[in-house]
């Protein structure tokens, strides 16, 4: 421990940059260069020889300071900007759902109706064929009690033919030439 190396003043007037703001951003705007004024600029090369160099210094990091500060109140505002429109955009999306879900019931409740009403189309064209073939087995039972009186008939008049011996005028027409 004999010798002691000298400690440098400069070494407190470094201060670390602030942290990045915690919300998500771009990674190509922590590359981005902080510009830093030509006055301070032109400085920089004569930090050693330059009595003024803790004021330059201060002065650089000064701005430095200021500049991360503008930087993160930019970052914080497109935040807010960007939390506000994907809100919106959710709202939109949720008010676009409901309403689908409107038109989808009352899709259902107008096909429950058509439904219904071809049920009961159906019911009451079945009645009309019931109908139909009740009235058509209703004629068919007067044609073929008709006949059946018909024939009743034509054996009477035959029995007639033959108990007198005439031979009906009718079936002679036929066979006449």
Same mark, same amino acid.
């Given at each position: ?29 922590? %590359? ?6 030509? =006055?301070?600029?032109? !400085? &920089?090369?004569? #930090? *050693? ?41 959710s709202a939109i999306g949720s008010w676009e759902n409901t309403k689908k879900a409107d038109v989808e019931a009352q899709l259902r ?8 009403? %071809? ?6 064209? =079945?009645?009309?064929? !019931? &109908?139909?073939? #009740? *009235? ?17 008939e034509i054996e009477e008049t035959a029995a007639k033919y033959r108990s007198t011996g005439y031979i009906p005028k009718k079936f ?6």
């Amino acid at each position: 421990m004999g010798e002691e190396q000298p400690v440098k003043q400069d070494t407190e007037d470094h201060a670390p940059p602030p942290p990045p703001p915690p919300h998500i951003h771009d990674a190509a705007e922590d %590359k981005s260069v902080i510009p830093v004024p030509e =006055k301070i600029a032109a !400085a &920089e090369p004569d #930090k *050693e020889k330059s009595p003024n160099n803790r004021d330059s210094v201060l002065a650089r990091v000064e701005t430095e300071k200021r500049q991360a500060l503008v930087k993160a109140w930019e970052e914080n505002e497109k935040a807010k900007v960007d939390n506000k429109a994907h809100k919106k955009i959710s709202a939109i999306g949720s008010w676009e759902n409901t309403k689908k879900a409107d038109v989808e019931a009352q899709l259902r409740s107008f096909e429950e109706k058509l439904e219904k009403k %071809k049920a009961e189309y159906a019911e009451k064209m =079945k009645n009309k064929v !019931a &109908e139909l073939h #009740k *009235e058509a087995e209703e004629k068919r039972a007067m044609i073929e009690a008709k006949k059946g009186e018909e024939f009743l008939e034509i054996e009477e008049t035959a029995a007639k033919y033959r108990s007198t011996g005439y031979i009906p005028k009718k079936f002679l027409a036929c066979f006449s030439s």
